[in-house]
């Protein structure tokens, strides 16, 4: 499958068997599955939630939101399990209001699951550290 590197955002092809292997981007050598949330842009969105195929959770969420802070390390700490089953990225709804209004964002944290640029799940406030997991699982 085609992921976009959360460095450079350069397309790789990867075969299934490769996830598990620690996959490098062929432009620039970094990890493709880095375990770490990526900040997505009107700038790199396309890249990252339509052109790769890798499905992307993303959560958006503000600053000034208590809640999203608090939830961010949970987010974090999932984006490292399951490093090899999805991209984690953050929308800065302050940042990027376009993002937010192109997917009728209405409250913070709202979380959804994109796959080769079709919504496959979406979930409204911040989850427990086991609900979230159990979200992912049953949308991958
Ligand atoms: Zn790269």
């Not at 880095?34 to 009107?42: D, E, F, M, Q």
């Not at 953050?90 to 192109?102: M, W």
């Not at 979200?135 to 991958?140: D, G, K, P, T, V």
């Given at each position: 499958?085609?992921?976009?590197?959360?460095?450079?955002?350069?397309?790789?092809r990867?075969?299934?068997?490769?996830?598990?292997?620690?996959?490098?981007?062929?432009?620039?050598?970094?990890?493709?599955?880095?375990?770490?949330?990526?900040?997505?842009?009107?700038?790199?969105?396309?890249?990252?939630?339509?052109?790769?195929?890798?499905?992307?959770?993303?959560?958006?969420?503000?600053?000034?939101?208590?809640?999203?802070?608090?939830?961010?390390?949970?987010?974090?700490?999932?984006?490292?399990?399951?490093?090899?089953?999805?991209?984690?990225g953050?929308?800065?709804?302050?940042?990027?209001?376009?993002?937010?209004?192109?997917f009728?964002?209405?409250?913070?944290?709202?979380?959804?699951?994109?796959?080769?640029?079709?919504?496959?799940?979406?979930?409204?406030?911040?989850?427990?550290?086991?609900?979230?997991?159990q979200?992912?699982?049953?949308?991958?």
């Open positions: 499958m085609l992921i976009s590197c959360p460095q450079c955002a350069g397309l790789n990867v075969s299934d068997q490769r996830l598990s292997d620690n996959p490098q981007c062929g432009h620039c050598q970094s990890p493709l599955l880095s375990g770490v949330p990526i900040t997505l842009t009107a700038q790199n969105f396309s890249r990252h939630a339509n052109q790769s195929e890798f499905p992307i959770v993303i959560d958006f969420w503000a600053d000034w939101c208590g809640p999203c802070q608090s939830f961010a390390a949970t987010f974090s700490a999932a984006a490292s399990r399951f490093s090899q089953q999805y991209r984690f953050k929308v800065d709804t302050q940042a990027q209001p376009q993002l937010a209004a192109q009728g964002i209405r409250s913070i944290p709202s979380l959804i699951i994109i796959k080769q640029g079709t919504i496959i799940a979406q979930q409204a406030g911040a989850l427990s550290g086991a609900d979230l997991q979200w992912l699982m049953a949308n991958s």
